[in-house]
């Protein structure tokens, strides 16, 4: 059973950068393809990017392109997430999420991590 816990997320102006980590234990993480959500008050949780078993494939949604930016690394057993330009409305809770396929832009994830708050400032 693998557990995922983010940390990184705290309250930023808009405009700002934010690196979010999510780090793996009881198991590795090279078994899995890795994936950032988020889910912002009173909304369904949403998929954000998506990385592979390697780190040589990334996929992301078309609002995140050129402003997020996912990797990882295996040997630190660890998936990041880099967030640039912030706006008001990333203010989100995120997750990161494993799964044993590539890409899985749904819901459809194995594992999840309880999520980290992200708060930006207008």
């Known amino acids: 059973q693998v557990q995922l816990v983010e940390s990184g997320g705290g309250l930023v102006q808009a405009g700002g950068s934010l690196r979010l980590s999510c780090v793996a234990s009881g198991g590795t993480i090279t078994n899995y393809a890795m994936a950032w959500f988020r889910q912002a008050p009173g909304k369904e949780r949403e998929f954000l990017a998506t990385i592979n078993w390697t780190g040589s494939r990334t996929y992301y949604t078309n609002f995140v392109k050129g402003r997020f930016t996912i990797s990882r690394d295996n040997a630190k057993n660890t998936v990041s997430l880099q967030m640039n330009s912030l706006k008001s409305e990333d203010t989100a809770v995120y997750y990161c999420?494993?799964?044993?396929?590539?890409?899985?832009?749904?819901?459809?994830?194995?594992?999840w991590g309880l999520g980290t708050q992200v708060t930006v400032s207008s």
């Open positions: 999420a494993a799964t044993n396929r590539f890409p899985v832009t749904s819901r459809a994830y194995d594992y």
